[in-house]
């Protein structure tokens, strides 16, 4: 029996976010990190310095997952943490100079997986496509005019 379109549009766009993790992990293997890793260092080039919770709302990200990630990134020097300013028993987590060297290597790296997913479309197609995963992240409760990857 053929499964419902929602079943495979459901398993398209589970497909799509797997191939497209996999393209990223690839592509950062050689610095040493994750598609994971990399969102946490461009959060902090698009906001700046943030504590683990703000990165938490930010991505979307579980606290376990975040503080492995980070003590990863910590460990390999990319990131430090500094204590709060404002809260002592807080950290903020700022990128070290190693971290903030790979900025233009990762912003290169997203742009060719970018590329990658939408090369034999048409900004017509673009278009049509982004207002209609807008309309479905608005129906799981999302705010379209966020980016993802851009919420906190």
């Not at 495979?8 to 766009?13: D, E, G, R, S």
């Not at 890793?37 to 990200?61: F, H, K, T």
Request: charged share 30%; glycine share 6%.
């Amino acid at each position: 029996m053929e499964p419902m379109r929602e079943d495979k549009l459901f398993a398209m766009l589970h497909g799509i976010n797997i191939n497209m993790r996999k393209l990223a992990d690839r592509a950062l293997w050689p610095l040493g990190i994750t598609h994971a890793e990399m969102r946490i260092m461009m959060a902090i080039y698009y906001y700046g310095d943030s504590s683990q919770e703000e990165m938490v709302c930010r991505l979307g990200v579980d606290r376990s997952n975040i503080s492995r990630s980070l003590k990863k990134l910590e460990n390999i020097q990319y990131i430090a943490r500094e204590k709060d300013d404002k809260d002592g028993r807080a950290f903020r987590i700022a990128l070290t100079e190693k971290g903030r060297s790979l900025k233009a290597e990762l912003f290169r790296i997203r742009m060719s997986i970018q590329h990658i997913f939408s090369r034999s479309m048409t900004d017509a197609d673009l278009d049509d496509l982004l207002k209609l995963l807008e309309n479905v992240n608005r129906n799981l409760g999302g705010d379209p005019s966020v980016p993802l990857g851009k919420r906190g």
